[in-house]
């Protein structure tokens, strides 16, 4: 059968969610101990991407099995060999078809600004430092230009391949909880970097070097160099995959 | 001159905050960075112990210096060399007498339950994950019970050394924000483990184990074994030491 599990993440100590050479990552260790449990060799794949650093709440990973365990409690039994900075929050049973890449989603990412002084040690894995005071509102003015179907090049890493930079974005905004910024946006998909650019150009609007108004150029430009910074990766959390069925 | 320091501080990779045998502390790491950046033999005197795991974002440490460098600033220039798990928020000059552990001081202290059914690893090191449903309402009723002055002998660590058991809590109590509860507390001085055998009894009202009042009986009892279990030290956070001068 075909589970499919959610998964959250500290990907503080992870080079990211994919297989690659230069370290280890979440599919490797969820490979790893789901190889182990079921006793064959087992490749999950992943929903979406996440950089060294970046976290997940609910990351999607799909694979294959032979087994008798009702799918529902696949996650219990995973968390128990899991390190605890991978926890399955949900699995389930899948149809043989279903690719969580290929079918029609919804993702929201977060994105957390600590707007202060001085840093906080205790957040210092899940937020990026800006001291400057940054106005939430403008950014907030700023992110509303991202809603609806647009062409996203000057928000992707140069050099992303991809067929199409238009991605349909159904909502983004910006909220502030005392010192804490949070950067939301959901859509049907994201080019590579494009959260991370996205709040690197809504730090200068909330700074004041950019107007709210210039993120409606900076698409037209389709230009990367017309953009603002990446912002670093741990302020980056993967929220929630949606899936229509 | 005599510096008062306000240190935040991860406390996940430390053996407490008091120099000891065993491995590195909060007070080791600002003695170290402090003689070297002053060239002197420094040694900090620290407000109150906090335990290994535990975490601060408003300790105090003391220490005295031969320096023209103005007080304000030591802040900025120590946090160049500290690791990114200690940062100090404030520096200020105090009077030669002022000792931060015999001055009037009033401290709050915050502890947080994550109350869902799987951990979030995102905060593993920060909450007390618990799954089963606690009623908020009722631990916060029982919380009311430790205001004012008692004699805590039931919550106190067995074998705690201490003139009187005796402690004054201006205020406690317990709120619910979404999976996290946070558990409060501000007094005049703690007792050795008393907030974590506080919060241990609370989780026992919180699950239907214990009726609110019994608070108020533990506390008669003037017995250890009349309370619940110590709760795990990640969730601990020294939230703010207050002088009055």
Known sequence: MRV??????????????????????????????????????IKVSGASRTDSGVHAIGAVFVFDVETKMPAEKISYALNVSLPDDIVVIHSKEVSSDFHPRFQKTSKTYEYFILNSDFPNPLLRNYTYHYRKFLDDKKMNEA?????????????????????????????????????????????????YNMVRIIVGTLVEVGNGKRKPSEMKEILEKKDRSAAGPTAPAQGLVLREITYKE
């Open 143 to 191: 992110a509303k230009f991202l809603i609806g179907e647009h062409d996203f090049t000057s928000f992707a890493a140069i050099g992303s391949q991809t067929n199409t930079f238009v991605r349909e974005i159904f909502d983004a905004g910006v909220r502030r909880d005392g010192d804490l910024i949070v950067f939301y946006i959901t859509g049907a998909g994201f080019l």
């Open 4 to 41: 499919m599990l959610t998964v959250s993440y500290d990907g503080t100590n992870y080079c990211g969610s994919q297989v690659q050479e230069n370290g280890i990552t979440i599919e490797e260790v969820l490979n790893r101990e789901l190889s182990r449990f079921f006793d064959q060799n």
